[in-house]
């Protein structure tokens, strides 16, 4: 598709469940970007893909989060022993890798998300 | 520590009326954004800031840049209903290691009949 892509849009699970959740990029972007929405909330910053280097990690709020992106297109960010605070909605957003022209915009662009409900 | 700030959190306003919303970040930035949200939506871009002075304009919606103060504005215009949503501004820092993307806490705007 045109767009970034995110599934599921909606998952309900048990809390000490896993969850999974998919972003399929825009094609051509090399960089992607997971965030989190709180309800009500701003935007959390999770981790960073960019090409081939390592990811930054730094926004991941505990070891209970982990993500992967394969073959430099589709992420897959995993949620282990969900928690009722990890109810929220997970962004994922790219873009174009960087470049030193002037005219760069850096633009993200992003998918609808994926709304994650613990009980 | 990279810090983005709008204010204010949130904005009713008449419509007709005219208003600004304010971002303030505390390091240079490379690029500034501006990005609409509908609830229950994703983001939407509005403007793309690239440098200091950079003036957008879209509809009753106008985007500026100062860089030398680290402030964006967004003002509004003759609000209409059509513009209630929520609106964030975010900074982009390039680094060798990546770039980073830090959004403001986001401005509730309701523009009241």
């Known amino acids: 598709g045109a767009g970034v892509s995110q599934s599921p849009s909606n998952k309900v699970t048990e809390k000490g469940k896993d969850v999974e959740l998919r972003c399929d990029p825009i094609s051509g972007h090399t960089a992607l970007y997971w965030y989190r929405q709180s309800l009500g909330q701003g935007l959390e910053f999770l981790i960073y893909?960019?090409?081939?280097?390592?990811?930054?990690k730094s926004g991941l709020p505990s070891d209970r989060f982990s993500a992967e992106r394969t073959g430099g297109s589709v992420s897959t960010l995993t949620i282990q022993r969900t928690q009722q605070e990890d109810s929220a909605v997970y962004l994922c957003a790219s873009s174009l890798l960087t470049s030193g022209r002037a005219d760069y915009t850096g633009e993200l662009f992003f998918g609808e998300g994926s709304r994650l409900t613990v009980l | 520590e990279l810090k983005v700030e709008q204010n204010p959190l949130f904005l009713s306003m008449q419509e007709e009326k005219n208003y600004t919303i304010y971002c303030n970040y505390s390091?240079?930035?490379?690029?500034l954004y501006w990005y609409r949200q509908d609830p229950g939506k994703s983001l939407e871009s509005l403007f793309v800031l690239l440098s200091n002075g950079a003036v957008k304009q879209e509809g009753r919606l106008m985007a500026s840049l100062d860089t030398k103060a680290r402030l964006s504005t967004l003002h509004i215009t003759a609000a209409v209903h059509d513009l209630s949503a929520t609106y964030f501004c975010a900074v982009l820092y390039l680094r060798n290691a990546g770039n980073m993307l830090t959004f403001g806490g986001g401005t509730r705007l309701m523009v009241k009949p």
């Open positions: 893909f960019q090409g081939n280097s390592a990811p930054d």
């Open positions: 390091t240079t930035s490379d690029r």
